[in-house]
């Protein structure tokens, strides 16, 4: 059974810069593609980035392109988050996800592993 642990969450001033890490054990992590979501109070969870399998195809909403890179290390066993220019609407638990795919989705329900979430708190 493969799981998902973050880290790197904490509270930064706007414009500030974080770096969320996703550490997941078992055998079947390079066969997944991975994903970042996050949900802020009383909102629905929202699919931030996501990595194909070999780490070649990324993907992002359109709110943090540009100012958040996802990457993974098939090593180690892990994918990152990158997070620069940070705003306050960047506020939320961020969650690490896995894929029954080696490509990603945009939806949450193509996800069957999830880490237990990390707080991102963007100050103004």
């Known amino acids: 059974q493969v799981q998902l642990v973050e880290s790197g969450g904490g509270l930064v001033q706007a414009g500030g810069s974080l770096r969320l890490s996703c550490a997941a054990s078992?055998?079947?992590?390079?066969?997944?593609?991975m994903g970042w979501f996050r949900q802020a109070p009383g909102k629905e969870r929202e699919f931030v980035a996501g990595?194909?399998?070999?780490?070649?195809?990324?993907y992002y909403t359109d709110s943090v392109k540009g100012r958040f890179t996802i990457s993974r290390d098939n090593i180690k066993n892990e994918v990152y988050l990158q997070m620069n220019s940070l705003k306050p609407e960047d506020t939320a638990i961020y969650y690490c996800?896995?894929?029954?795919?080696?490509?990603?989705?945009?939806?949450?329900?193509?996800?069957?592993?999830w880490g237990q979430g990390t707080q991102v708190t963007v100050s103004s």
């Open positions: 990595i194909d399998w070999s780490g070649v195809n990324r």
């Open positions: 078992g055998r079947t992590f390079t066969r997944r593609a």
């Open positions: 996800a896995g894929d029954r795919s080696v490509q990603p989705s945009y939806t949450s329900a193509s996800y069957d592993l």
